[in-house]
């Protein structure tokens, strides 16, 4: 959409914006579980149990935060408009509807995302699958994704001053950027003489 | 040499693709006045429907010289969608 999420009032006018977010994040999502069904089905990350049925369990887990989370805000515009139908000031709206109990299980999901996908690089980095730019560009910003994760979980989204950067980190579109990348890295290494 | 560098060079603008793509795209924000809801979606729609129909083409002509089966490469590549959103 090329812009933030406008949370005022103002969202109320243009709920299909919302929406429309959402319903492109899920197909995301869709591609991300559709991308792990395929792997875990091929064995292609070559592992044996139990290393195979953890990770496949930690896949799952981030898929369901995705899935929860974006049907979560989704439901935005609805919630906001309930909540001003009931006379409450719209301004309060945000606080009340990302509260502690989603902040915990968002910022758990994304730092299970994010693991996984450094994971994921440096796994196909020792399959030889992929180059070195591809695992070391995707832990350098998954780092940063765990620490805003972190950060934001311990101050329950109250960031310090001057941290208030680490917000970049939390988007839910940056796993997906790693997971690009990823896929770059895997289209565009040269065949080796073995494969 | 000249492969490498070829390759290297499309690395470099895949990495950057969706963020350029991103601004061209951004262009057409219904956030910004004038711009309707319908027209965004639909060259949104269209972008990623070219980049799905290149992307099948090119696996389907050289399939055979990727390193790795092409089965998880291009889901994992078409969630740049999701930058966009």
Same mark, same amino acid.
């Given at each position: 959409?090329?812009?933030?999420?406008?949370?005022?009032?103002?969202m109320?006018?243009?709920?299909?914006?919302?929406?429309?977010?959402?319903?492109v994040l899920?197909?995301?999502a869709l591609?991300?579980g559709?991308?792990?069904?395929?792997?875990?089905?091929?064995?292609?990350?070559?592992l044996?149990?139990p290393?195979?049925?953890?990770?496949?369990v930690?896949?799952?887990?981030?898929?369901?935060?995705?899935?929860?989370?974006?049907?979560?805000?989704?439901?935005?515009?609805?919630?906001?408009?309930?909540?001003?139908?009931?006379?409450?000031?719209a301004?309060?709206?945000?606080?009340?509807?990302?509260?502690?109990?989603v902040i /915990? !299980? @968002?910022?758990?999901?994304? *730092?299970i995302?994010?693991?996984? =996908?450094?994971? $994921?690089?440096?796994?196909?980095?020792?399959?030889?699958k992929?180059?070195?730019?591809?695992?070391?560009?995707?832990?350098?910003?998954?780092?940063?994704?765990?620490?805003?994760?972190?950060?934001?979980?311990?101050?329950?989204?109250h960031?310090p001053k001057?941290?208030?950067?680490?917000?970049?980190?939390f /988007? !839910? @579109?940056?796993?997906?950027? *790693?997971l690009?990348?990823?896929g =770059?890295?895997? $289209?565009?290494?040269e065949?080796?003489?073995?494969? | 040499?000249a492969?490498?560098?070829?390759?290297?060079?499309l690395?470099?603008?895949?990495?950057?693709?969706p963020?350029?793509?991103?601004?061209?795209i951004?262009?057409?924000?219904?956030?910004?006045?004038?711009?309707?809801?319908?027209?965004?979606?639909l060259?949104?729609?269209?972008?990623?429907l070219?980049?799905?129909?290149?992307?099948?083409?090119?696996i389907?002509?050289?399939?055979?010289s990727?390193?790795?089966?092409?089965?998880?490469?291009?889901?994992?590549?078409?969630?740049?969608?999701s930058?966009?959103?």
């Amino acid at each position: 959409m090329a812009a933030p999420p406008d949370l005022s009032i103002v969202m109320l006018q243009h709920p299909e914006r919302e929406h429309f977010r959402y319903i492109v994040l899920f197909i995301a999502a869709l591609l991300f579980g559709f991308y792990a069904a395929i792997q875990f089905r091929n064995n292609t990350f070559q592992l044996t149990n139990p290393l195979k049925w953890i990770m496949a369990v930690l896949f799952v887990l981030a898929f369901a935060e995705m899935i929860w989370e974006f049907s979560h805000h989704y439901l935005y515009p609805e919630g906001l408009k309930k909540w001003t139908d009931e006379g409450k000031n719209a301004d309060d709206f945000v606080k009340s509807y990302d509260n502690i109990h989603v902040i /915990i !299980p @968002g910022a758990t999901g994304r *730092l299970i995302q994010f693991s996984i =996908v450094m994971w $994921l690089a440096i796994r196909l980095y020792q399959l030889r699958k992929v180059k070195i730019w591809s695992p070391v560009l995707t832990c350098l910003i998954g780092l940063m994704g765990i620490i805003s994760a972190t950060v934001i979980l311990v101050t329950e989204m109250h960031l310090p001053k001057g941290f208030e950067f680490l917000f970049l980190f939390f /988007i !839910p @579109g940056i796993p997906f950027i *790693l997971l690009y990348w990823t896929g =770059v890295a895997l $289209l565009t290494r040269e065949k080796l003489p073995h494969n | 040499m000249a492969k490498q560098i070829l390759r290297t060079l499309l690395v470099f603008f895949l990495i950057f693709f969706p963020f350029l793509t991103g601004n061209l795209i951004a262009k057409f924000t219904p956030y910004k006045e004038g711009n309707s809801m319908t027209s965004y979606v639909l060259i949104l729609t269209l972008v990623t429907l070219a980049i799905g129909l290149i992307l099948f083409l090119i696996i389907r002509r050289y399939g055979q010289s990727f390193n790795t089966p092409v089965s998880g490469g291009p889901p994992s590549f078409l969630s740049v969608l999701s930058l966009w959103e």
